[in-house]
């Protein structure tokens, strides 16, 4: 065990956001994406939902400020008569980190292929429907 960091990111989790450069970007996936049809380097974390992921990411990894929009999230459908709650979630936990972050929203399948070039996806437990993030790793300054 190490101090501060948190008990929700496991050594193979450390271990990818400290390999990951600027500019990366990593996908904390719900429980129905298909994390290993669009990525290689998959981090199981199925018991822990988005938020707590999220959350533990967001004390160690910076957002890239460079970028206009560090945080992407997955459209919804049109015809699909859903509001993503999960969202509100993110942005208090976005906003709490005390990084700043603008959100772009991508359409379904441009979002699958966008998490096909991300550096690694994590495989949530989340059982929230368009739960999906991407989020652009930035420079410690």
Known sequence: MLKKIPKTISPQLLKILMEMGHGDEIVIAD?????HTVS?????????TGTEILKAIMELMPLDSYSEQQVF????????NYKPEIWND?????QSS???FSIGYIERFAFYERAKKSYAVIATGEEALYANIILKKGVVK
């Open 31 to 35: 429980g129905n994406f298909p994390c």
């Open 40 to 48: 290689q380097n998959v981090v199981r974390a199925d018991g822990l």
């Open 73 to 80: 999230l997955m459209e919804v459908v049109p015809g699909d």
């Open 90 to 94: 993110y942005k208090e936990i976005l």
């Open 98 to 100: 005390g990084e700043p």
